[in-house]
């Protein structure tokens, strides 16, 4: 996946989970440094707080050059299981989402399903 161009200069980041289907979803981001170890940031959160999700970053454009965001999900079917699920995971500067956008997709099961993989983007 090809890295995230900010505008140092340009306006405020923030992250975004948005739900394209009927799911329950609670997700973790955590903002790291390009070292990938130190946490700069991290934000928990459902959707039955908030869908979309969105999330504006402490700190100005330039801070997280080469950082990454990563985020994690476990979701939820209240309609019971086999139903698809799409959830998008972006990256905004001026409310205006950039590229890529990761999408996550897959089909719900009775009970909690755990995505175990960590998505990540690179600014």
Do not use: H, R, W
């Not at 997700?27 to 869908?51: A, L």
């Not at 979701?75 to 905004?92: R, T, V």
């Not at 950039?98 to 990540?120: Q, R, S, W």
């Amino acid at each position: 996946m090809k890295d995230i161009i900010i505008n140092p200069n340009g306006g405020k980041i923030s992250v975004s989970i948005k739900l394209k289907s009927m799911v329950v979803s609670g997700y973790e981001i955590i903002i790291y440094k390009p070292d990938q170890t130190t946490i700069i940031e991290k934000i928990e959160g459902n959707s039955d707080t908030s869908d979309p999700f969105i999330y504006e970053l402490l700190y100005s454009p330039s801070f997280y050059k080469d950082c990454y965001a990563t985020c994690a999900f476990a979701i939820s079917d209240p309609q019971g299981g086999g139903n698809d699920y799409e959830i998008e995971f972006s990256l905004n500067q001026d409310a205006i989402q950039l590229n890529p956008v990761i999408n996550i997709t897959g089909k719900t099961t009775i009970g909690k399903v755990v995505d175990d993989e960590i998505y990540c983007l690179k600014f």
